[in-house]
């Protein structure tokens, strides 16, 4: 055989291997989106991406070590060592619990009664929430003492609604006050200590839903609540 053909053979086992790779990566992107689409809980997401690739691994690992027992039998290859996996590269504990958590707008689900991300003069971004009137927050915040739990909003379709607005934490209504602070309506309520290792559970509620096209705002018929920019434990 020549060289060219060498060459020629080698190009097109490096167009094989690249397709195949390339195949792989659908299979998987695919598998991953499927998985992510099944959890509406976006904190959850991490796990998820974590065990769905450790999973990959495993699976590819197991085919590797299948093929070299064919090829080179069973009794040649030595015993893999145990792997060693150190606390901080567990997947769970990058789902620890924080002492302080903020998630803003960019970090929300659009679909999770949120409608898309903008921006406002200020550069601040939010999503409006809507068209139900209760939005769902897990905040993955430790309780070890006292804190505080604060919703930051840039604006309301409507006046007055704060006035009406319903604050559930962990499943029992609480407190809370209507701060004006600048450029933001703060919604806050003490987050008292508790034992439960489980994320906070936080239900936001206004009485209604309005569209600035019912109000005589503009043509938007989209039901609006307020515009959310934050929830934030300090």
Request: glycine share 4%; aromatic share 8%.
């Amino acid at each position: 055989m020549d060289k060219s053909s060498l060459v020629e053979d080698k190009n097109d086992n490096v167009k094989y291997f690249e397709s195949l790779v390339a195949a792989e990566r659908q299979v998987f992107l695919e598998l991953l989106e499927s998985k992510l689409g099944q959890s509406e809980n976006p904190y959850s997401h991490l796990k998820i991406v974590a065990d769905t690739v450790s999973e990959s691994y495993a699976t590819l690992s197991a085919r590797l070590k299948i093929v070299e027992e064919v090829l080179l039998g069973k009794e040649s290859l030595a015993k893999p060592a145990k792997p060693v996996i150190t606390e901080a590269a567990k997947p769970e504990n990058n789902l620890r619990p924080n002492e302080k958590v903020v998630i803003d707008a960019r970090q929300v689900v659009e679909n999770d009664n949120f409608y898309g991300l903008e921006y406002n003069k200020n550069e601040v971004c939010y999503r409006w929430t809507g068209p139900d009137r209760t939005n769902q927050f897990e905040i993955p915040v430790t309780r070890n003492e006292t804190k505080k739990l604060r919703l930051r909003y840039v604006g309301v379709v409507k006046p007055g609604m704060f006035g009406a607005v319903t604050l559930d934490i962990d499943g029992e209504v609480v407190e809370h006050k209507v701060i004006h602070e600048k450029d933001y309506i703060i919604v806050e309520a003490p987050l008292v200590a508790s034992d439960s290792e489980r994320p906070t559970q936080v239900r936001v509620s206004f009485a209604e839903t309005f569209s600035p096209e019912e109000l005589g705002k503009s043509n938007d018929a989209r039901k609006l609540g307020a515009a959310f920019h934050a929830i934030e434990v300090v």
